[in-house]
């Protein structure tokens, strides 16, 4: 392994996560570790050279106070005792904190003598070696949605064991403009893979008919998906192993030993158990940012690598109450309007996300000096840093202008166009 590590060890801080992502800005790749990590354990883990103790509120389980137990004390690894919450920053990163950084940079390279070896490169060459002491010589599957997540996971496989990786990419008839195509492009004729292509847009247009219902839209969506990903993997012979695009958020975010769960994680969702995988997880140690380096230095395209989110359900929740292919038609198009004309304007990258949106009402307008009676379509784009709330972009007039004039002249049964000027709360990002 060619990386130096640095272990915060989790005493009942909230803040792990941010002390882990201020070592890692030093350049030294820093994991957490549950309180009752052991001394053998840690001698165990690649290339360990110093611990990070750091307590906060969180500090009684089951019961009992936990602390730096005896046995990683003397355990001889550099130990840096640190009371985050009380070290008086109220900054999310300590490296705002010039005291706290200075104090983590003379432990990390003075006292540990870490070397600042982090970096896309090493992580990649280790994760192959890695992925192939796990794998051996058997076979991976992997759902390939398209996203960041499973992109990247997806080339690092290709990387690491190329053949025996087998991807299966699921249209379910609602992914944006383009997106399927760029993953058979850039997956199977770039890269090489194993890729099998499911056009499945008729069965889950289908089963979606006349369901208004949000929340039911969604279920019916997400049970649809994992049967057709169920039946792909059925007629594939001798697969032992899943792989998945889990990231760090995801596990930090389901819970530690000393903080609640604040959300589940189940990327794995609803798989049979008689389909019986160990799962590949190699970015599972990553923040998304990192997620997105690794994509790029393995060569992913920066459309692909800089994706803004896009939800499970897809367009499926941007085309209002039960889903017609002609409105969906008309989400679909604006949307890549509302898209190439972000990236025209520089605001590609700028704005956290932005889409469009069909109601399933219409309204009266004029056309060609007739009256029409046609839907609209409304824009949405919004800023936020962890989704939970979230502030309209104040978009200038004349990018909006061209947008709607792109969009009345070019998306068939669209007569009007609104600008959702509503922050969450209290509306939501999405409509549904
Ligand atoms: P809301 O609408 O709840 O959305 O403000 C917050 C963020 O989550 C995305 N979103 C989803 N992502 N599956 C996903 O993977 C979903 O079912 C889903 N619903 C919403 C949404 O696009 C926004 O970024």
Not at 179 to 192: A, G, I, M, S, W
Request: proline share 5%; glycine share 8%.
């Amino acid at each position: 392994m060619k990386q130096d590590m640095i272990v915060v060890l989790d005493l009942g801080s909230t803040r792990n996560t941010d002390v882990a992502r201020a070592v890692r800005a030093l350049g030294v790749y820093s994991e957490i570790c549950n309180y009752d990590v052991t001394a053998e354990e840690l001698r165990a883990m690649p290339n360990v050279k110093g611990i990070i103790a750091n307590g906060g509120p969180n500090d009684v389980v089951d019961g009992v106070k936990i602390g730096l137990s005896q046995e990683v004390y003397s355990s001889g690894f550099p130990i840096y005792t640190f009371d985050y919450e009380e070290s008086g920053s109220v900054n999310p990163m300590p490296e705002k904190d010039e005291a706290i950084q200075e104090a983590l940079r003379s432990f990390v390279f003075d006292t540990c003598k870490a070397q600042p070896n982090w970096n896309m490169e090493n992580f990649i060459a280790d994760q192959v070696e890695l992925i192939r002491r796990q794998v051996g010589d058997q076979k991976v599957l992997l759902a390939l949605s398209g996203g960041v997540d499973s992109s990247v996971v997806a080339a690092l496989l290709l990387k690491a064991i190329g053949g025996q990786l087998t991807c299966v990419h699921v249209n379910h008839g609602l992914l944006r403009k383009g997106e399927p195509e760029q993953v058979v492009k850039v997956f199977r004729e770039e890269l090489n893979a194993n890729l099998i292509y499911v056009d499945a847009t008729d069965r889950f247009l289908d089963k979606l008919a006349g369901v208004a219902d949000p929340e039911q839209k969604r279920k019916i969506i997400g049970a649809e998906f994992i049967r057709v990903f169920e039946e792909e993997a059925r007629k594939l012979d001798g697969i032992k192993f899943l792989a998945q695009g889990t990231i760090y958020p995801d596990i930090v975010e389901s819970g530690t030993k000393t903080a609640k769960m604040v959300k589940s994680h189940h990327n794995v969702g609803g798989l049979p158990e008689d389909l019986q995988f160990d799962l590949v997880e190699p970015l599972k140690m990553l923040f998304k940012d990192e997620v997105r380096a690794c994509g790029s230095a393995l060569g992913l395209p920066d459309s692909m690598v800089y994706r803004q989110p896009f939800p499970g359900p897809g367009l499926g929740v941007r085309c209002l109450g039960a889903i017609t292919r002609d409105r969906l038609e008309a989400v679909r198009e604006s949307d890549a309007i509302l898209r190439e004309e972000f990236a025209n304007a520089g605001l590609e990258r700028k704005v956290w996300q932005y889409f469009t949106i069909v109601p399933d009402f219409k309204s009266v307008g004029v056309r060609d000096n007739a009256r029409c009676f046609d839907w609209p379509v409304i824009i949405r784009a919004v800023n936020t840093i962890d989704a939970m709330t979230a502030s309209v972009e104040q978009l200038e007039w004349p990018v909006l202008l061209k947008i709607t004039d792109r969009i009345l002249k070019e998306v068939p049964g669209v007569n009007r166009v609104c600008y959702d000027v509503s922050p969450k709360p209290t509306a939501t990002i999405e409509w549904e």
